[in-house]
Every structure is written in structure tokens, then in C-alpha cells.
């Protein structure tokens, strides 16, 4: 709204000029969400093209951070020496190579004797204009603007272009390490580890935006992790008549008259070179009306650039404005009256209050795009902001805009000094400081980034441990024990009846109640805790208390009094002698219970039951392990499930085996379910090649040092803490949490595997892990969460891989046994860290389909795999032994 001035209304001619330079808040929110709408655009690989507002990919993936080449001690900026050359105005407009050749002759004169230095001297290269950049030190220019016309430029690239002209002036070693333009350095120079500016606004002869985006939002790379510096260009934002309600004819006219019209919409709105030119047609118009200069010759207005920006932001002052208004008007051979100069003064302000709401339009679209893009509900950052415009606007009025905006964004503009040239040199001393750090990341993750190479030999491994662990002589030494289960063969659909399940395989005993009818299995279930006391005191406790918790069962389910065959999953290590004969090899899971080990589980809990006096009331026809149910489980829907694979605390897998290749058990016909119990898989020392420092430390502080190696490369139970371990090595290298302590990192099993299913999860915002680390009192950035979750990342897809090459050595002796040139097999699958684990599926199915490729895999997930698969193996065995 516009108001009167000194009491006296306004002439309606100026009041209609100034009304159609002032946008209302309304349609300043519809600007905002059209820059949205535009930058999302550009963001988009599909749509990039068609943009107008390009959002080109810097590959600036860090602000400084106040450590290492970035700062002196005390967390200074280091101390600039510079210089200015003249550059001859024939040169904008003539080759390329003269432009480049000029630059590099005063490098060479600004470094004087120290040019033919040994010394590898890195140059960060400040270069204003639109460009495609592919890598930090490649870039091509898409076109040039400000006057420049240079040629053979546009479409090349220009640091190769510089490095060209430098190596001909033999600069020293002098190498050109990164480009960037004007914004990117007003950022960068404002930006400290307390203080990390993500934002930058120049508002100069043209006007452009960065900012730091979650790179998974930037389709145009192929980086996924992190942040990088987006290079908005929105100069050309409303190019495709985005701003076409707000445009007014004095912006028509300013725009035929420059060298691009109808390109730079947003920019001519803006930017100082035209706002000049804009007030200068408003005034013309007024004079047309007789509104202004009656009786003046105004002739002289309608030379473009007769009133420059500068002038227009010297009138708007309230002090001295008026004076400057009549002393420019007269500079024209105008005669102003006090009237005409408040007039033009009102109009001044109009035009730069316009830019300067335009300017916090878009403000106020990036920081909305950034607040969402991170899930949050308030946003606090730092803009940096830039150039001889802004540093003569109302910066209130910017601040105040910008507020109304985005009201969920808390801001503070941090004014830049020296963005063009100190940037350049903050650009380039992270550039290096990233280099390095990633060197030394790359040097302690190598080991745990495994080769195909290295996955084959895995494979080749398991196989043979394999055939070793079937053989009757060799099966003693084998580290995979290779156990039969004597489960003969899997559901074939024709199963009825009903059955008890148990299921004892951790803090938690489950007893079940299953009825398999032909239009499905009905499942009954109640759990039973298991109390510390009774898991470490005496075997014969233990079965007191399963048989006590059966009998409770039986009474709830109404089934007291009947028989029913009982299938028992035991998921500890065993021997089994007969499908209801099973010898503990040894606890695991934090059972210890005494006089157990080396002896039947069957056994003792027909004892058990024997004191209890309800040894009739127990019919058990089968004991498996957790793996074979699982396989039986999904077998009952898929008659080609012959795998079952966990993959959660542990890790094991069985498999059919033919008979006559398991040496260990008596006959030659038909199949058996072998348990491979292959989390031992290089306990004796074939594995050793692929154990880290980290792996080794991990182990050291199990309660079974050097044994289940496989297993604790691949399990939940470990994951987390392998982790835990690198983190430590790089906060000890200086690379993560520099300056903080992280006493929480010292705290064995801190850092839980479920953090890294939910760090892995794609597209989740840096602030989410950021809160993650958070909790554990680790005070991370959003570069530091970056290499956590690369961290994560690289032992997850080692465990994927490792059991994938397990699994290809299963599915590959499986069709060699048939003779088959393909084999179609589906594998049963249970385990957290397979169903929690957002990439270990993909990583594990991808991994196998590469190391077996004759083998067509099918992942079926089980569902409750350990008791239903238990009652299939009974109502299997229950239905053979009757037919």
C-alpha cells in the first residue's frame, strides 16, 4: 500500500508507477513458490533441461570447518596479499585465448621471483559465469554474460583453458585445483566450524544464489552421500513468463534494450545494471503525463545508462537524498522542482524496495527447499550475502521479507568481505583438506571393501570347507561342521493335523499350537521369559521350566490331557544323531546351564517332563535349529524353498544335500537337510586374509575369542561394533569430531547395528543422523554424519557380500550335485538384519546373482519360521512315517 507523502495525496500518475513497482505479500508468496517450483525442476535429472533455473552441481562438498590449510592457530583466516589488473576492454570481446593468456601473465607478475618455485602451489580460480562443472576442477562454460563475448570459450572448459595458459607462462608448479564462482566463494568466506554459512546472496550488477543441498536431492550427480554447494543461476528465473503478472512496462522496455532480451528475467528485476534503466523509463512516463519536469527538455532520458544504480541508491537516502536527486537531475540539463525530486526519490525507493523483495522471495524459497528437503520444522542458518547493491539496500526490508516468507526459518545474513578473492583461496584449502581426508579414508576402509576377486576366493573357501565338513575323515577339521538334521524332505502341500512347536533359541521360550489344514497352518502362541538365573544355573532347572511353561500352554489352549507330535527348534549347535536325537555341541546367546553340552536335548526333556510326571503328555518327533524351520516354513509355500538362510543376531544356512555325498550318516538314496552351522566358517584360519585391525578387536572382547570368524564379519550381533571401532580410528586421526571429546565412543556395544539400518536408509536427511550421533553425545556436522554413514555403509555391504559368496558356493554345489546347467532354487530367509536392513537384501541378491549366475534365486521371507517350520518338520515326518 502506498501512503501519501508530507500530508499532501499523491499525484495519480505517481501513485498508479508506484503501485505497479510494488509487489504485495500475496503475490510475493506465489513468487516464492514458482522459484520453488523452478529449482525443484533443475534439480531434477528428467527435467534439468527445460529448467530456467539450472541448479548446477559445483562439486563443493564442505565449508571450511577451521582445522588443517583453512585457518592459523586460534582459528584465523590467513592473511591476504592481493592485487588488481586492469583488464583492456578489447579482451572481453576478442579470443579466448588472449583472455587466458592476459590472466596468466599476471599470475606470473603477482608471484614475481617465488613463479619458478618447485613447490606445488594450488589456484583456486573465481569465474563469474554460468558453467557445467563436472568435477571441482572441471568446468565448461554454458554462456557468457556482463559484457564478455570472448571465442572458442563457450562449451569448453575453462580450467583447462587457464592450466594451458599457465603451463605456457611457465608459472612454477602452479595447478589449478578448483573453480567456482562468485557466490560460492561469498559462502565459503563466511562459513566457520562454529559458524557454517550454507547460504549466499549476491545482489551486484547481476544477482545468484548457492546453497548447500542434501546431494541425494541432486539428480544430476551420481554422489549420494553428503551435501554439495548448488549454483542456483537464477538470474534466468522467469524466462518462461513465471514474472510476467508483475512485470511492468518501464521493465519492457529495459529489457529491449539489452543485448539478451527476453533472457535474465529475474536478473533485470535486480540486479544493478538495470535498475537504473528501470527508473529511468518510469520517469519517462511520468514526464509523458506531465506528472514530472514540466517545462524541462527530457530528451536526455531516453539514453540508456544515463542513471546509473549507484546514483539511484545515493537518492534514496533520506538525508542527503533529495540533494543528490536535484544534482543528478541537473546533471542531465534537467530543472527540477523540490516536487520533481521527491517524486523521483519515491520512485527510487520503489524500484530498489522491489528488488529487495524479489530478492527475499527467492531467499525465502531456498531456505523453505532446504527445510523440507531436511524433514525439519525450524530451520536456523547463515546467509552470506554480497555486493554493491545489497550493501546499499534496505537490509531490513531483505530480513523482514525473507521472515514473512519463511516464518519457519530463523536467519542471520552475515555480510561477506572479499567472497571473489579469499573465497578462492577458502575453496581451494578445502578442496585440499578433503583430498587428504580422503586419502586416508579410502587407505583405512580398502581393507573392508572387498574385490570380486576377493569374493570368489570366499566362495572357493566355503565350498571346500563344505566337502570337508561332508566327508567322514575330514569332517572333524572342517571349520563349516556341516551337521545332518535328518529332516529327509520338505512340505509337499499334503501335511495335516496338529502339532506342538517349541522354540528355544534366546532369552524368549515360544510355545505354538499349529494346524495344518488344507486351507492353511492356524498358529496359537504364548511366550515365556526365561530368567537370567535359570539360563546359567543347572540344565535340569532349565527343562523344569520349559516343561512347566509347556503344561501351562497345553492347560490355556484347552489341549491338556491330548498328545500331540512335537517339533522342537533348539537353535544352539548340535549333533544330531536322528531326527529326534540332537547332542549340544556348546552355548551360545548367554545360556550356560550346566550338564547340558555333549549330551540329547531330546533327552533331557523327556526327563524333565519324567519329573513332572507328564512324560505321556510328550510325543517328540523332531528337534531342528532355527535355519531348518525356516526352510521348512517357507518350503510350505514354495515347494522349490531347499535353503534356509538367518541372517540377524548370528548368521547360519542349511541346505538339501544329496545322501550319498554326506560321509557322516549311513544310505545313498534321496536328500537330507544339512545344517552347515557356518558362522565357524574360518575359525581355523582360511579367513584370516579378510579380518581388519577392526575385525580382530571386535573379536578379542567376544566371549568366544577366535571362533564363529564368519559370523562376526557378517551378524548384528557384531556389525555395530565394527563400526564403533573405525569411528574411534578416525576421531584418533583427526578426521571425525575434531575438538570434541567422544567418551560415549569408548563404551563397548554404544553404537547398536539398528543404527546402522536406520543411518542407511535412503534419502535420509544428514539431520536425522545427525540427531542419531546426537544421542550418543557425538557432536557431528553434517560432513561428519556424511563419512558415518559411509562408514556404515562400507560394513554392511562386506557383510551382504560375504554371506552372498557363502551362499553362491551352496547354490553352486546344489546344481553341480543335479547336473543341472541352471538351477531354480528358492531360498527361505529369516533374521533383523535382513528384514531391517534397508540395502542388505539388494547388496546380498546382487552380490549372488554376479558369483553364481547359473543359479536362478529366489528370497522367500519366512514368517515365524522357527515355530511353524518346526510343527512341518513333525507333520513331515509324522505323514512319511505313515505312508
Partial sequence: ????????????????????????????????????????????????????????????????????????????????????????????????????????????????????????????????FSCRQTRLDKAELISWSKGFSCSDVEGKDVVQLLQLAINKQEVGELEVVALMNDTVGTMMTCSTREIPCEVALIVDKGTNSCFMADVQHVQTVEETRGRMCVNTEWGCFGDDGALDDILTPYDQHVDEESSNPGVKRFEKLVGSLYLGDVVRHALIALAAEKALFIGSNVTVLGTKGVLTTQQVVEIISSKEGMTKARMTLEALGLRPSERDCCRMQQVCRAVVSRSAALCAAGLAAILSLIRQSRGL???????????????????????????????????????????????????????????????????????????????????ALMRQEMDLGLGRETNANAS?????????????????????????????????????????????????????NIMQGTGEALFDHIVDCIMDFQMKQDLKGRVLPLGFTFS?????????????????????????????????????????????????????????????????????????????????????????????????????????????????GCLDHLFTEFDQMVDEKTINPGKQRFEKLISGMYLGEIVRHILLALVEKGILFQDKACPTLQNRDIFKTKFLSTIEIDGLALTKVQA?????????????????????????????????????????????????????????????LYKMHPCFSEHLQQTLQDLAPNCAVTFLLSEDGSGKGAALVAAVAVCGAES
Avoid at 495525496?9 to 506465489?30: E, G, N
Avoid at 539496500?393 to 579469499?422: F, I, W, Y
Avoid at 529332516?487 to 495335516?496: A, L, Y
Avoid at 549330551?599 to 523327556?606: A, P, S, T, Y
Fill in 1 to 128: 500500500m502506498v501512503s501519501s507523502l508530507g500530508g499532501r495525496a499523491l499525484h495519480p500518475q505517481v501513485q498508479r508507477v508506484l503501485l505497479a513497482l510494488t509487489i504485495p505479500l500475496d503475490l510475493l508468496q506465489m513468487v516464492k513458490a514458482r522459484m520453488m517450483l523452478a529449482m525443484n525442476k533443475g534439480l531434477n535429472r528428467q527435467t534439468h533441461a527445460q529448467a530456467t533455473v539450472k541448479m548446477l552441481p559445483t562439486y563443493i562438498c564442505s565449508t571450511p570447518n577451521g582445522t588443517g590449510r583453512t585457518a592459523q592457530p586460534g582459528g584465523r583466516f590467513p592473511q591476504l596479499s592481493d592485487n588488481t589488473f586492469d583488464m583492456p576492454e578489447d579482451l572481453m570481446q576478442g579470443t579466448g585465448e588472449a583472455l587466458f593468456d592476459f590472466i596468466a601473465q599476471c599470475v606470473r607478475q603477482f608471484l614475481g621471483d617465488g613463479c619458478h618455485s618447485k613447490e606445488r602451489l594450488p589456484l583456486g580460480f573465481v569465474f563469474p
Fill in 572 to 684: 544352539f549347535p548340535c549333533k544330531q544323531l536322528g531326527l529326534d536325537k540332537a547332542v549340544l555341541l556348546n552355548w551360545t546367546k548367554g545360556f550356560s546351564a550346566s550338564d547340558c553340552v555333549g549330551k540329547d536335548v531330546v533327552q533331557l526333556l523327556r526327563e524333565a517332563a519324567q519329573r513332572k510326571q507328564v512324560e505321556k503328555a510328550l510325543n517328540v518327533v523332531a528337534v531342528v535349529n532355527d535355519t531348518v524351520g525356516t526352510m521348512m516354513s517357507c518350503g510350505y509355500e514354495d515347494p522349490e524353498c531347499e535353503i534356509g538362510l538367518i541372517v540377524g543376531t548370528g548368521t547360519n544356512a542349511c541346505y538339501m544335500e544329496e545322501m550319498q555325498n554326506v560321509g557322516t550318516v549311513e544310505g545313498e538314496q534321496g536328500r537330507m537337510c544339512i545344517n552347515m552351522e557356518w558362522g565357524a566358517f574360518g575359525d581355523n
Fill in 480 to 532: 563349516v561342521r556341516m551337521l545332518p538334521t535328518y529332516v529327509r524332505g520338505t512340505p509337499d502341500g499334503t501335511e495335516r493335523g496338529e502339532f506342538l512347536a517349541l522354540d528355544l533359541g534366546g532369552t524368549n521360550f515360544r510355545v505354538l499350537a499349529v494346524r495344518v489344514a488344507e486351507k492353511g497352518i492356524q498358529i496359537a502362541s504364548q511366550i515365556y521369559v526365561i530368567p537370567t
Fill in 377 to 459: 520444522e525450524r530451520l536456523m542458518i547463515n546467509v552470506a550475502v554480497d555486493g554493491e547493491l545489497y550493501h546499499g539496500m534496505p537490509h531490513v526490508q531483505l530480513d523482514t521479507v525473507t521472515r514473512l516468507l519463511a516464518p519457519e526459518c530463523l536467519v542471520n545474513l552475515k555480510l561477506s568481505e572479499d567472497g571473489t578473492g579469499r573465497g578462492a583461496a577458502m575453496v581451494t584449502a578445502v578442496a585440499l583438506r578433503l583430498a587428504d581426508q580422503r586419502r586416508e579414508v579410502n587407505q583405512l576402509l580398502a581393507p573392508l571393501r572387498l574385490t570380486r576377486a576377493d569374493l570368489e576366493r570366499v566362495q
Fill in 772 to 832: 542419531i550421533l546426537w544421542d550418543l553425545e557425538l557432536q557431528a556436522n553434517f560432513e561428519e554424519c556424511s563419512l558415518v554413514r559411509e562408514v556404515c555403509q562400507t560394513v554392511s555391504l562386506r557383510a551382504a557380500q560375504l554371506c552372498a559368496a557363502g551362499l553362491a558356493a551352496v547354490v553352486e554345489k546344489m546344481r553341480e550335485n543335479r547336473g543341472l546347467g541352471q538351477l531354480a532354487v528358492t531360498v527361505g530367509v529369516d533374521g533383523t
